[in-house]
């Protein structure tokens, strides 16, 4: 893989030492072919959006009724009552990349989007590292669209009422690459209790699509130590792709 100054610089910054006898040094250019028909802005909210019928399947829905369904979702009682907002994601529906993460915490409630604290900006420096940007280059979405009361973890309850919306997902943004981000992502992608540590390193699938587990950006602020196996893992997770990205 080839790193330019920057990203070396970045990695540098984050405690990750680059090995500068693995770098090959040459010069790549990517280019994006622009799409041949208009995607939605995650994010942006349509002044009047048909959610569709009620007992419509999940699975049918278009990506901007999808975000809708999401929206006035009350499925889980507690959840619906406690949220501001609920979070869909970020990012381009067409990406390659996937990430996955457990569910928003206060910050994300706040401002409708994942990953947005401490946490999102060390994640956003590890993506900038890859050459790639949240706006983008990935799709950013979380287990659960609702914030659980104090941070809690999801119960399995919980997952299994929004585990329709992140299949749906899935299937319209057809990434090449899943990253779970943490355990809790990783069990609930899986169906497993399996530890973190043997779930690393190997590559999983999810509905036919490579699968990679790696550290929570919240783990690693708290385990800097660990940045360099995180790194592994989306070195890992870029080999998955059909055709490999430049810098």
Known sequence: MSLSVRQRRILA???????????????????????????????ERAEVVDAGAPDAAVDTLDWETLEA?????HACAELARERTQTVFGVGDPRARW??????????????????VGRAGQ????????LGLD????????????????GNRDPNPQESAACRGFLDRQIELIQPEVIVA??????????????????????????????LVVTYHP????RKPGDKARAWQ????ARTCLSKPLTD
């Not at 369904?69 to 979702?73: H, P």
């Not at 996937?98 to 990953?115: I, N, S, T, Y």
């Not at 919240?218 to 602020?221: M, Q």
Request: glycine share 8%; hydrophobic share 40%.
């Open 13 to 43: 910054d984050m405690g990750i030492p680059v090995w500068r006898s693995r770098i090959a040094l040459e010069d790549k250019t990517e280019a994006a072919a622009p799409p041949t028909e208009s995607v939605p802005v995650v994010g």
């Open 69 to 73: 369904r999401v929206r006035g979702c």
């Open 98 to 115: 996937l990430f996955v993460g457990e569910a928003p915490g206060a910050e994300e409630d706040r401002r409708g989007e994942p990953f």
């Open 122 to 129: 060390l994640l956003d420096n590890m993506l900038r590292a």
């Open 134 to 149: 949240r706006s983008r280059d990935v799709f950013i979405a979380n287990v659960l669209k609702c914030r659980p009361p």
């Open 181 to 210: 981000l943490g355990r809790v992502a990783a069990h609930a992608l899986l169906a497993t209790d399996e530890p973190l540590g043997r779930l690393r390193g190997t590559e999983q699938r999810y509905q036919g699509v490579p």
């Open 218 to 221: 919240a783990y690693l602020l």
């Open 233 to 236: 893992d989306l070195q890992r």
